[in-house]
């Protein structure tokens, strides 16, 4: 996870820099000689209810290349939004198969030279002779070398009204375009696990172990397989074999694994490459398309957070998220540090306990604004992330338990080393002091990414939409929200005079506090274990012995003889040396088991089977959600794991599916883009017809019932077959 980011981080870097040299102007269209996008359609003329198809062309730069459908562990495909006359439907993109194209140490799946992408296009009963079809589409996607350039293109094509038959000059290219299709199956297959590796066994009896090469699969599903895994061939007399990486060996067996298997065919006159398609191919989300002239359609329910937002009240609600989110459990612990700080420096001057507060607001901005920075540039770069998406990094959540577990010892008296982090220290000078409340602010910030406030998930999906300058105002508001209580407590003199003198109570309450630091340690240790195996949680426990170590040398180093005390201190350095060491070599992505999720009657989310749910009109409860998500937890236990809840589900045949956003999970990111959201929680309830209903992200058992009412009750043996 943290190879991927830093490799994502540095492309984004030099796509900044390859963007400035060539003019990119804003809305990241891309320069000319990158890709060349046209529209280009079969037919010379549309007559009215005969079908036609359309051709996205995009040829690309030498040496850059676009995504497939599913972009492989980076990157993200083209998508087209239509704006078609009234009554004409654009259906779903067909994917010409895609190569593998190794960029360091990831596997993209995508297309280099050149790709056209064809679209059906449905016309309606009858049309005006007299009135041409205006056909306008806004192309969007990823072209990268190393580095990675966000474009777009508005694409626009006129057709005259007429007898629809194919246009001679475009044969050639709509011929080329089918031929890169992948056609159905022709050798069955047959999957089977073989601990960390599948084996996919094409039953092509009679083939020549020197007619084929380069056999290569590529799976519909983002998180199917480990993209970057070698994918080894062998051919016999019963067939081709291929073996490729699980993505999650924890995980069970997949029993099918729809998608693409493309191999070189060698023969008297050559080499063509050969496509089959497995399985059903999963629609991925389209675009809407706009219309001149739409007919009356239902208005979709309406979240509870607003979707379409603007600059002003996007910042409104990121305000509102954060003054909610110092009520949150997450930044509790913090919470207790500010209350005793300010206790500490009750006694001081008005404009000294100012300068504190503009300190700690100080450090909550900055926090905030390099958090922002850090998510634009990875999603510049093609990283499918967003709120809260440093804890999906094992390194992070133990680094994040390590410093938390050394202020715990600091609270508790054990060590005096954590003033310089979060105003602690008995022995600071002034300037000293201001300094701890600026990173009391930067923890506070780091605390507080697990929750998400209400009001605070569609402001940052709107943020992470739009351009740098409107994305950092948001997260501004958002920080100046969840810096602003402590701010007017300490601009504000009475509230400062009604708090105790400093005493040597202090103390006690000091030590008592330190313990709901230790729980937040307790609770992080836990999501750790989600993410890593056995092993790397046995790593991170013993990365707590060595802070403890760390500490204990330390504090005794200072009491000390001077070349014992530099011994010590030694010590000390070389333990937290190892602590860094075993953070950041923490194995990655471990997905949580699903055992127990079926138990409970909860379907594993994935996206082709929610499409398949759907297109059966059959109704869904989607919960987004992560180990390390404190809202998420408590709306479950609260809300959704109720017996009422349970039991209005099974009346109604719901299919309960869980979507865990612990480890990075592009499927699911998609998902939460897809509806205006950066981060979990996010509560879908899709009732068989029509667009999902948005539940609130904070929820109660009244509110979870009061939407299930729009399903229609079902018998039981029609509840059974629903799931």
Not at 37 to 54: I, W
Not at 127 to 147: G, H, N, R, S
Not at 386 to 407: C, E
């Amino acid at each position: 996870m943290i190879r991927r980011l830093a490799i994502l981080i540095l492309a984004f870097a030099a796509s900044l820099s390859a963007a400035a040299a060539q003019g990119l102007p804003q809305g990241f269209r891309t320069p000319p000689d990158l890709v060349r996008a046209s529209l280009v359609a079969e037919p010379a003329a549309v007559a009215g209810a005969q079908p036609f198809t359309l051709a996205v062309r995009m040829q690309i730069k030498s040496g850059w290349h676009v995504y497939w459908r599913n972009p492989g562990d980076s990157g993200l495909p083209p998508e087209v939004t239509w704006t078609l006359p009234a009554g004409f439907n654009a259906g779903a993109i067909r994917w010409p198969a895609p190569e593998r194209i190794p960029i360091a140490t990831l596997m993209n799946y995508g297309y280099e030279g050149e790709v056209t992408l064809l679209v059906p296009v449905t016309p309606p009963p009858s049309l005006d002779p007299a009135d041409p079809v205006q056909i306008q589409a806004k192309l969007t996607y990823l072209v990268c070398e190393t580095e990675c350039v966000p474009g777009s293109a508005d694409l626009a094509l006129t057709l005259p009204v007429g007898k629809a038959e194919p246009d001679p000059a475009n044969a050639a290219l709509f011929a080329r375009a089918r031929a890169a299709l992948p056609v159905p199956a022709l050798w069955p297959l047959r999957l089977s696990s073989q601990g960390d590796t599948l084996r996919l066994d094409f039953a092509a009896t009679g083939l020549k172990a020197d007619s084929i090469r380069n056999a290569a699969y590529f799976p519909y599903a983002e998180t199917a397989i480990d993209n970057a895994a070698a994918q080894v061939m062998s051919v016999d007399e019963t067939g081709v074999h291929l073996t490729v990486g699980r993505s999650s060996p924890t995980d069970p067996a997949p029993a099918t694994l729809p998608g693409v298997l493309t191999l070189d065919e060698v023969g008297t006159a050559g080499s063509r490459r050969l496509a089959f398609a497995y399985g059903d191919e999963p629609v991925l989300p389209a675009a809407a398309a706009a219309s001149s002239a739409p007919s009356p359609v239902a208005a979709p329910p309406v979240a509870a957070d607003f979707d379409a937002l603007t600059l002003a009240t996007a910042a409104v609600f990121a305000f509102l998220g954060g003054l909610i989110l110092n009520l949150m459990p997450c930044v509790f612990p913090v919470l207790s540090i500010k209350v005793l700080s300010l206790v500490r420096h009750a006694g001081e001057g008005p404009a000294r306990l100012r300068m504190h507060g503009l300190a700690y607001t100080a450090g909550v901005l900055a926090s905030f604004l390099g958090l922002a920075a850090l998510l634009i540039a990875l999603k510049g770069g093609g990283a499918a992330i967003g709120w809260g998406f440093q804890l999906q990094s094992p390194a992070m959540v133990a680094g994040l338990a390590y410093l938390l577990f050394a202020m715990g010892l600091s609270l508790s008296g054990a060590v005096h080393v954590g003033g310089r982090l979060a105003g602690l220290g008995d022995g600071l000078t002034h300037r000293a002091g201001l300094s701890g409340s600026f990173f009391t602010g930067v923890l506070a910030t780091l605390v507080a990414t697990p929750c998400t406030a209400p009001f605070m998930g569609s402001a940052v999906g709107f943020a992470l939409t739009q351009s740098a300058g409107v994305a950092l105002a948001v997260f501004a508001s958002l920080g100046f929200g969840l810096a602003l209580p402590f701010l007017v407590l300490t601009l504000w003199p009475r509230a400062l005079r009604a708090l105790p003198r400093p005493g040597a109570w202090m103390e006690t309450l000091k030590q008592v506090l330190a313990f709901p630091v230790y729980a937040t340690v307790a609770w992080l240790i836990w999501v750790l274990a989600q993410q890593v195996d056995p092993r790397g949680l046995l790593a991170a426990l013993i990365g707590l012995v060595l802070v403890g170590f760390a500490a204990w040398a330390w504090e005794h180093g200072r009491a000390a003889a001077p070349k014992v005390g530099r011994i010590a201190q030694v010590a000390a350095a070389l333990a937290l040396i190892a602590v860094a060491a075993l953070a950041v070599t923490l194995p990655r992505d471990r997905a949580v088991p699903s055992a127990q999720a079926a138990a409970d009657g909860v379907e594993p989310f994935t996206q082709a089977r929610l499409d398949a749910l759907v297109d059966a009109h059959r109704p869904v409860f989607i919960d987004m959600t992560a180990a390390w998500c404190i809202t998420c937890a408590v709306n479950e236990a609260t809300s959704l794991n109720t017996k009422a809840v349970r039991a209005a589900m099974a009346e109604r045949g719901v299919t309960y599916m869980k979507g865990d956003w612990t480890n990075q999970n592009p499927e699911i990111t998609r998902l939460l883009e897809k509806h205006g959201r950066s981060g979990v929680p996010l509560y879908l309830l899709y009732t068989g017809t029509g667009e999902p209903q948005v539940l609130p992200q904070i929820l109660t058992e009244g509110t979870v019932l009061a939407a299930l009412e729009a399903v229609p009750a079902v018998s039981g043996r029609s509840a059974a077959l629903a799931r």
